[in-house]
């Protein structure tokens, strides 16, 4: 298993410094990844959501420390590349973000048609269609 592709979406803030999303062996996605400014340094946080009782579960993580080990490696090693490329311009909190307003409730592959005016209604509703 290789790390064939990392893109680093730095960020403005104390403690988190970028979002990262790496492609393993260009068929496999990791996206959310993030870069965290801890006591001992940089290091980084899998992506994981809240639970109901508040705690956080990681939803894409390694499964054995030589593995994240890597992983942590590549991803930091690359971060360090991207800084000395010179100053990093003010990047959103995270990637989806970076999208367009009209472009951030679309699901990424699917192609959706753009809203004309012909498509909707003089009240704003969308046209009927025939035998729904």
């Given at each position: ?12 803030e ?30 980084i946080?899998?992506?994981?959501k ?36 010179g ?46």
């Open positions: 298993m290789k790390i064939t592709d990392i893109r680093v979406y730095p960020v403005d104390e403690k988190l410094k970028a979002f990262v999303t790496i492609v393993f062996d260009e068929c496999f996605v990791v996206s959310d990844i993030k870069i965290i400014h801890g006591t001992h340094g940089l290091f946080s899998m992506p994981s809240r639970k109901r009782n508040g705690e956080f579960k990681d939803v894409a993580h390694p499964l054995n420390s030589r593995t994240r080990q890597m992983i942590e490696e590549t991803i930091l090693a690359h971060y360090e590349e991207v800084l000395a490329e100053p990093v311009p003010r990047r959103p909190r995270s990637p989806r973000e970076a999208l367009p307003l009209d472009e951030q409730s679309r699901s990424p592959g699917v192609e959706q048609s753009a809203t004309k005016s012909e498509d909707v209604a003089s009240d704003g509703r969308p046209p009927e269609i025939p035998g729904i």
